[in-house]
């Protein structure tokens, strides 16, 4: 059986004596780090943690690395010094919590015994949705009316307690109610309720004024609660599991948990309003919405990124594009604006010519911003997401791809290998996004080199070496937009699948569009969550879907 750690046997004593690493450069912190010399901790204080160093028979060892070597050795002093301080800081500071949690489940046994009744003279509650603001039947307190009593239901966002009273923010999702706890309803209340318990409230809702700066001007005084579904508090409560100032990776491990905080659920109320918004513009613009299948037996946009799947004694193919059946995607890609699997939106225009295509795009992307932005709502969640967002000018800036090659050599920005950029170089996406933030508007991006673009896409007639393609780049995200004329030869197309190696059958489908009454037409793809990393200014396209999956995440 293999031991956890590296143990050396002391001669004729049979003492053990365990060496544990430590690696500043490539060692890690983790739980599950287990301290051997290829698993070494990062941190000397984290090996502590594990190792406490009043334990004897631990030999702590630091791995030095030099420009060719690397070494091992004893950790210095004043290393020791800060190390041992604070792992004692850590020891007192740990003792002290058991302490209060102690006392803490002392008094949530004795609030937890402590029955409150509602008061039998009061009327009977209307049961009332906190998203409604503007209901008939229910009335406001005032300094001469009598509220209504109500029953409400929702989740605690957030709690404030003082000496004499504890203000809860109810939420149902679409909005936000205070209630005020007093009396002996406060202090039970102040010792069992927390953050996402979800609750039952009763009592009289009555008018705030606006100084207050209560939701909606408003607030319940508390006559009763039942507790429908408990949280935790001490240690396991919501604001210790997912604090707000954690970092976006430690955080992925606990986006279901993430999901309940106001920002990060407004952009899921957000990218529900856009998809909405997108259904309403093509509609009102006679589109039909159509859905490709997921499996498919063909490889499109060159087959470089293919996720294969078996399918019924077969190999089949997750749809890559809906050009070949009007896209369903997973690149192995961890870069900010990539995922796994993702919304696409796609279309198809018929008997169009590039300039119509270009300003069809233009018109859907400022078409959908002005639904928003005129729905309330939508228009609330934008501003406060993204207070200086605004519409963006009209005509988007046009920049062929010859053009872009020569501003970003103009401006010292380099290729991956710090080379100066050529034509035909496929554009990195971050000197992509380089030259869209330094330019600062939504740019038209047209006439790719033919080999960088998708094989089905139409040549140029007066130059042939590059494409009727275009990418919109919005800044802050780079492309948003792929985009382009088909090719519409048949004879040109066979050409260019028997040139790729590719199984004629298996596209019949596709150049059988090209024999039988093919017209000029095009069509784009957009990825939902980079439309919505654009209007809302999310630093990663992760944040713009409830369960994000990328490479290691699932």
């Not at 209307?126 to 009316?145: A, E, G, H, M, Q």
């Not at 010859?402 to 971050?430: C, Q």
């Amino acid at each position: 059986m293999s031991l956890p750690l590296p143990q050396i046997i002391a001669e004729g004593i049979g003492v053990n004596v365990i060496s544990v690493y430590v690696d500043e450069i490539e060692g890690s912190d983790d739980l599950k780090t287990r301290g051997t010399l290829d698993d070494s901790f990062q941190s000397l204080f984290a090996a502590y943690l594990r190792f406490p160093p009043m334990i004897q028979n631990v030999n702590f060892i630091i791995r030095v690395r030099g420009d060719q070597t690397q070494d091992c050795q004893a950790p210095a002093k004043s290393a020791v010094k800060k190390a041992t301080a604070r792992h004692a800081e850590y020891v007192k500071k740990r003792e002290r919590d058991l302490e209060e949690e102690k006392v803490r489940l002392t008094r949530l046994a004795e609030a937890r015994s402590v029955i409150l009744s509602p008061d039998p003279s009061l009327p009977e509650p209307v049961k009332f949705k906190i998203s409604s603001t503007k209901s008939s039947n229910i009335k406001l307190c005032t300094d001469t009316t009598t509220g209504t009593r109500v029953k409400v239901v929702g989740r605690i966002e957030n709690m404030r307690v003082s000496k004499t009273r504890t203000f809860v923010y109810l939420s149902d999702t679409r909005g936000i109610l205070s209630c005020m706890f007093t009396g002996e309803f406060h202090v039970v209340a102040s010792i069992i309720l927390q953050r996402q318990a979800a609750i039952e409230v009763f009592g009289e809702m009555k008018a705030v004024p606006e100084e207050n700066h209560a939701p909606d001007n408003r607030e319940l005084h508390v006559d009763h609660y039942n507790v429908i579904g408990e949280a935790p508090g001490g240690p396991e409560s919501f604001s210790s599991i997912v604090p707000s100032d954690t970092d976006q990776a430690k955080l992925s491990s606990l986006r279901h948990l993430v999901l309940r905080r106001p920002a990060e659920a407004m952009v899921m109320k957000a990218r529900a309003s856009t998809l909405g918004a997108f259904r309403q513009w093509y509609k009102e613009n006679g589109f039909r919405e159509h859905n490709a299948p997921s499996f498919v037996q063909t490889q499109a946009e060159g087959g470089g990124s293919l996720f294969t799947v078996p399918y019924y004694g077969q190999q089949a193919y997750l749809t890559q594009t809906a050009q070949l059946y009007l896209e369903t995607q997973l690149p192995n890609s961890q870069t900010r604006r990539h995922l796994s699997e993702y919304t696409h939106i796609e279309s198809e225009l018929d008997f169009i010519s590039f300039e119509d295509l270009l300003q069809h795009i233009e018109d859907l992307l400022c078409g959908v911003i002005d639904i928003l932005l005129s729905d309330p709502e939508s228009a609330a969640y934008i501003k406060t997401l993204n207070p200086d967002f605004t519409r963006p000018a009209r005509p988007f800036r046009r920049m062929q791809y010859r053009e872009a090659i020569t501003w970003l050599n103009e401006h010292g920005v380099l290729t991956g290998e710090n080379k100066p950029h050529e034509f035909g170089d496929d554009i990195a996406e971050a000197a992509e996004r380089a030259m869209t933030d330094a330019i600062g508007v939504p740019i038209m991006l047209t006439h790719f080199p033919v080999p960088i673009k998708a094989f089905y896409m139409k040549r140029c007639l007066d130059d042939p070496t590059v494409t009727e393609s275009v990418d919109c780049l919005v800044p802050g995200v780079g492309e948003m937009v792929g985009s382009g004329m088909r090719m519409d030869n048949l004879e040109q197309l066979t050409q260019v699948m028997l040139q790729n190696k590719w199984d004629l059958d298996a596209y019949a489908f596709y150049a059988d569009q090209r024999k039988y009454g093919i017209s000029p037409h095009g069509g784009y793809g957009m990825g939902l969550e980079r439309f919505l990393a654009w209007i809302l200014k999310r630093y990663t396209v992760r944040e713009c879907v409830p369960l994000p999956r990328y490479p290691g995440k699932w």
